[in-house]
């Protein structure tokens, strides 16, 4: 199915179509696209249907990373330490869908507990672009990104560290939205780096994006970061952007700052290019500013320190001793380790290990801290930008999907393009991500970042600009 | 033992009462029955995230006010990262960046010194799960893990084992007094580590820090102080055993420590920002309301016994022990009782009738007023001392008010004199034998003659007059 | 600059084993934090500021009161356990 939720609603509401026949399409189309890409860890074959006249979501279909927590529904993290683990509680987020009437799918397939940018690190295998199956999906949130893109369900949830929902998003052409951190309650997500940590959604539109955050935003006395309550952000979408002022990194998107830009980069800020011609057309300003590349070199590296350094901590509570598959030791330490020697993928381990380095007491200020400082940096770089500014414009990856390559993740120095979104994880700014075109027939997408608590506002220009885009999210066979 | 200066600093946990534990709603109780109080949250499952409770901080910041500290105008929660099969979550929260309280100061009396405790810091954090121990396997019972409890460090700066108790005395009661803790060590409510090392005439360390860990009960920390003070100068005179900066542990068996690791096995905990709690802002006006709830506190009531009212250390200390106790003696005081004789009541008649009922002065029926009531009469003379005694029991007994009860049993001295003449003259009469042998010297028996009047008017006589009268008639 | 030692050693402390494959792969990532980290540290005024552990200055609104909500049933709760004895959970003997 490709009609967006609102379209969804009518048909269920005039008796065209049964909530029924809608979930059992989606778990059909989840195994025909499974085969394909390889997305879900579980397909939930006899979805439960408890609906709610009461709210746009009543009915319609839906998927979930399987870092969220579902009562009586296996939930992995895509990770053979929790292989067989099924929650006796849900997230906060997966019980308001539940309230709301939305009918859960399926758990989709994820990098190993959040952690990666490919999508290929589940314990279920890599997970397919469905452009091409011989490129990622992205990551983390691949599966989430491939159910959408594919027509599986209207709307997915995924979570995003670094970019892990706005990523995916790009490679897959479809919307992908991570709010101000806080606005969503995240208990019972399953965590990677607290700090950094967001709930996002997939959609194929704006209005969609809107749509579901809209019922599952708001307080949670279970998780203290969460923001008191806000307004709804649907009714407050109007397209209207005339006048608003948006600004570009010279140093990210102008071709110029690149010494020898490829072939597919170059397109890809062409396609950049137009997009701001457009915007400009709906009587936005847009305006390059420039800043210090040591600024912009330190994100990637920053972000590393950061998210290996809570990972190592919020990962050690899987030791096999309460849920997960038992390890074998005489001693118990011993038991733990056959454990998460077997439980965590490489990556895991090697992102564990460096997490673990940079805190140790002697090393903690040259690259913890200072990591956190220069977080900081950015953050306070970008509010005085957005005391000028209604919103960040960028591309929201260098290119298309990239091949398999058959070379595994491994920590590197990657152009500052494909690692700025984390600059929305530092500063918990809201980011989207819509399509923007296609670069050698792969889906590609621009970002709009904006500042904290001003979703509205991110979304209006996200929603302006998608009306004069001709693609529309969404793989249509 | 002069040639050296012993330096102790103290790391005490309390378990902090609440109706739930610190970062879930769960129960915090103690129970029998294992894994009764869990959710969750205590467990760790993957995804769940602390929830502060508020109480939890309430108390602490109580504490930190007893102990002088700072408070400061936000709180932080930190993690403290290691693998423990009693630790679920694979670190403990607890605070080490903007904490509850820090640089406190306390002032002690002890052996008639004053001496100062300085505190370096008081947290808040969590406590583990607790494991029992079979031959082959361990079980692990969650019930206390993710119960609240107040850390306090002091600093290096307390000299014996005898300061060491006081703190340790001051600090139970002053955490009973406030109702922030039951703060029984034996029940595990109290545990403390000792860090103990020696310094020269000069200044100067000599010996490696010594951290003991978890020593039981009070009596014990000086045991270990003593042990441990001894056997470092033993080894530093003689050189017969090395020296080395360790953590051991007290056997209360033989009275001595024992080593379980040297510092090259020491954890490093990686501490850092606790993500999922938000900043705390400290409100003003929560502070004041907190401040007002502090009674005062057993250091200066101790002091105020023993310089104002005349009590003995040990005396103070019997009733500064228990706050309930403590404060009927301050009412008593209040009321205006003398404080010696509030005391002498308390110690003589009240402690052992609480004792062998098996109650509290909270449900004592004799309230200081009552008692108030009973040594007025004496100090008038209405009554003698024995009746006092008698009308005390009647009201214990009875439950009644004692001016009913002291119309009721007729309790009253007698004070007519002409009446008691004429009781004293028919004893003389009786004894002239014995009054010749009183002017014979043998004086001690003006003792017996009272003991006649005080018989023959069944104790009504008023000892005063009685003994006026027969001085007159024996000269 | 760093040996693999010290990368099994750390690897050890939190109870990870390492292949070799893997220490192989880690000790060429280390040298790579340790250029991204010069990356950190080339930025001029870092001293001044301070270090951000959360995204903005965000403060707890209300803390928990200290109302008792039900527990889990301990069937439900270890539900997941491999090895319980009882209502308890059984690990290898702990010896500290």
Redesign the interface.
């Known amino acids: 199915m490709f009609e967006g939720i609102e379209e969804l609603r009518k048909k269920l509401d005039s008796g065209k179509l049964k909530v029924k026949d809608l979930a059992q399409q989606a778990v059909d189309a989840s195994k025909k696209v499974n085969s394909k890409c390889n997305a879900f860890v579980t397909i939930i074959d006899k979805p439960k249907i408890k609906e709610n006249k009461k709210s746009i979501l009543s009915g319609i279909p839906y998927s979930a990373k399987d870092l969220f927590s579902t009562k009586g529904i296996l939930t992995t993290g895509s990770s053979n330490a929790l292989k067989d683990y099924i929650p006796f509680f849900d997230a906060t987020v997966i019980s308001r869908l539940k309230k709301s009437g939305a009918v859960l799918t399926s758990k989709s397939a994820c990098d190993e507990f959040g952690l990666g940018g490919t999508g290929t690190t589940c314990h279920t295998g890599i997970v397919r672009n469905p452009y091409d199956e011989n490129r990622e999906a992205g990551g983390s949130s691949a599966g989430s990104a491939v159910a959408v893109a594919s027509g599986v369900v209207p709307f997915a949830l995924g979570t995003d560290t670094g970019d892990s929902v706005r990523k995916p998003a790009s490679f897959c052409g479809i919307v992908g939205y991570k709010p101000t951190y806080g606005l969503i309650p995240r208990y019972g997500v399953l965590p990677f780096a607290s700090s950094l940590d967001h709930v996002g959604v997939f959609t194929r539109s704006v209005k969609d994006a809107a749509i579901v955050v809209d019922s599952i935003k708001g307080p949670d006395s279970k998780d203290m970061t969460a923001l008191p309550k806000t307004d709804d952000l649907t009714p407050l979408l109007d397209g209207n952007v005339e006048g608003k002022r948006l600004f570009y990194i010279k140093e990210i998107c102008d071709i110029r700052s690149y010494d020898n830009p490829s072939d597919e980069l170059k397109k890809s800020i062409k396609l950049f290019n137009e997009i701001i011609e457009k915007a400009k057309k709906l009587g936005m300003q847009v305006i390059p500013e420039s800043i210090d590349q040591k600024l912009l070199n330190a994100i990637q590296p920053t972000y590393q320190v950061i998210s290996c350094a809570e990972a190592t901590s919020n990962l050690s509570m899987y030791t096999g001793i309460i849920y997960g598959p038992r390890g074998n030791g005489s001693n118990i330490n011993e038991m733990v380790k056959d454990y998460r020697a077997h439980g965590f993928s490489s990556l895991i381990k090697r992102r564990l290990v460096i997490g673990s380095y940079v805190l140790q007491k002697e090393n903690q200020e040259r690259y913890y801290l200072n990591a956190c400082r220069v977080r900081q940096m950015i953050i306070d770089k970008f509010n005085e930008l957005f005391t000028q500014y209604d919103g960040f414009i960028t591309l929201a990856s260098g290119g298309g999907a990239p091949l398999f390559d058959g070379k595994t993740e491994v920590l590197s120095n990657e152009a500052v393009l494909e690692n700025h979104l984390a600059i929305g994880n530092f500063g918990g700014f809201p980011s989207i991500t819509i399509p923007a075109g296609f670069i050698n027939n792969l889906p590609i997408g621009i970002n709009i970042t904006g500042k904290v608590q001003d979703d509205v506002n991110v979304l209006n220009i996200a929603y302006a600009l998608e009306k004069d885009i001709k693609f529309k999210g969404g793989l249509h066979e | 033992m002069s040639k050296y200066e012993v330096v102790i600093g103290l790391e005490i946990h309390a378990a902090v009462l609440s109706n739930t534990k610190v970062f879930s709603p769960s129960k915090n109780s103690y129970s029998d029955v294992p894994n009764e109080n869990i959710n969750e949250i205590d467990l760790s499952f993957p995804g769940i995230m602390p929830s502060l409770n508020k109480e939890a901080v309430r108390k602490a910041l109580k504490m930190s006010m007893v102990l002088g500290c700072v408070q400061p105008d936000e709180l932080m929660f930190d993690r403290k990262n290691y693998y423990y099969p009693d630790l679920p979550k694979g670190f403990q929260i607890t605070q080490v960046t903007k904490p509850v309280g820090i640089n406190g100061k306390v002032e002690l009396y002890v052996d008639n010194h004053d001496f100062t405790v300085n505190i370096h810091d008081i947290h808040l954090e969590e406590d583990t799960a607790s494991m029992d121990h079979y031959d082959y396997y361990t079980l692990i019972d969650y019930n206390r893990a993710g119960t609240p409890l107040v850390e306090i460090v002091t600093e290096p700066c307390i000299h014996s084992g005898e300061e060491a108790v006081a703190f340790l005395e001051f600090l139970a009661n002053s955490l009973r007094y406030c109702n922030v803790s039951d703060a029984d060590m034996k029940k595990g409510h109290l545990r403390c580590d000792v860090n103990i090392n020696l310094k020269n005439e000069n200044g100067e360390f000599i010996t490696p820090r010594v951290e003991i860990k978890n020593v039981g009960s009070i009596s014990y920390v000086l045991d270990a102080v003593n042990y441990e003070v001894a056997r470092q100068i033993k080894a530093y005179e003689t050189g017969i055993e090395e020296l080395v900066q360790e953590t051991r542990r007290f056997d209360e068996a033989t009275k001595t420590t024992i080593r379980m690791r040297t510092k090259e096995d020491a954890v490093d905990y990686k501490y850092f920002v606790e993500p999922n709690i938000p900043r705390i802002k400290i409100d003003k006006s929560w502070l004041k309301e907190i401040r007002k709830e502090i009674p005062s506190l057993p250091n200066e009531r101790l002091k105020r016994y023993i310089k104002e009212y005349s009590l003995s250390e040990s005396e103070a200390k019997t009733l500064v022990k228990d706050f309930e106790l403590s404060n009927y003696y301050e009412e008593c005081i209040k009321i205006g009782i003398n404080p010696k004789v509030a005391f002498n009541w308390l110690s003589t008649n009240i402690i052992g009738y609480l004792n062998k009922e098996f109650m509290t002065i909270r449900d004592f029926y004799i309230t200081p007023n009552y008692l108030k009531f009973i040594v007025d009469k004496i100090n008038s003379g209405e009554i003698s001392s024995k009746q006092g005694k008698e009308l005390f029991n009647y009201c214990l007994e009875e439950k009644e008010e004692p001016s009913i009860l002291m119309k009721k049993h007729n309790l009253k001295q007698m004070d007519n004199s002409n009446e008691l003449e004429g009781i004293i003259d028919n004893i003389l009469k009786n004894n002239l034998k014995l009054i010749e042998d009183y002017h014979n010297g043998k004086t001690n028996l003006f003792g017996f003659f009272i003991g006649e009047v005080m018989k023959q008017t069944k104790g009504k006589a008023n000892p005063v007059i009685a003994k006026q009268i027969l001085t007159d008639k024996l000269k | 600059m760093f040996s693999k030692e010290e ?1 099994i050693n ?10 070799d ?2 220490a192989n ?2 000790l ?3 040298d ?2 340790d ?3 010069d ?5 001029e ?3 001044e ?21 039900e ?2 049933d ?1 069937d ?8 319980k ?12």
């Open positions: 990368i750390y690897a050890d402390k939190l109870l990870i084993g390492l292949t494959e893997e792969m880690l060429d990532e280390f790579i934090i250029k991204n980290i990356q950190i540290n080339e930025i005024g870092l001293s500021v301070e270090p951000a552990f959360m995204p903005f200055n965000l403060y707890t609104a209300t803390l928990r009161e200290d109302k008792v909500e527990s889990v301990v439900v709760a270890l539900s997941n356990t491999k090895d004895l009882g209502r308890e959970i059984r690990v290898p003997k702990v010896v500290d």
